[in-house]
Nanobody, 117 residues
């Protein structure tokens, strides 16, 4: 089972910023969509933001204006810049990608984001 590699989670105060990064374990992967989901305790996993290989991005309403998703020039890495973080942004964040040729789903193991004073 191939897992994406995530980094950048942690503890931050309300109003602070974090940057999440995600990449495949090897450079042999190409994706048609990459994105981030999150799951808070007792809640369902929800979409945060996605970006296609052509650069089209999509955000959940609560992320608009605060989060920015971007992909690397190789189109197989993705970064989520999170600003003006709120306590309700606290969750485990999961990187997700869809293989460009296979159409398979790939997930990362999750990285914890905690927003607390």
């Amino acid at each position: 089972q191939v897992q994406l590699v995530e980094s950048g989670g942690g503890l931050v105060q309300p109003g602070g910023s974090l940057r999440l990064s995600c990449a495949p374990p090897r450079n042999t992967f190409t994706f048609k969509v990459m994105g981030w989901y999150r799951q808070a305790p007792g809640k369902q996993r929800e979409l945060v933001a996605t970006i296609t290989a052509s650069g089209t991005s999509n955000y959940t309403d609560s992320a608009k204006g605060r989060f920015t998703i971007s992909s690397g020039s190789d189109k197989n890495t993705v970064v989520l810049q999170m600003n003006s973080l709120l306590p309700e942004d606290s969750a485990v964040y999961y990187c997700h990608a869809i293989g460009a040729i296979s159409g398979r789903d790939y997930w990362g193991p999750g990285t914890q984001v905690t927003v607390s004073s």
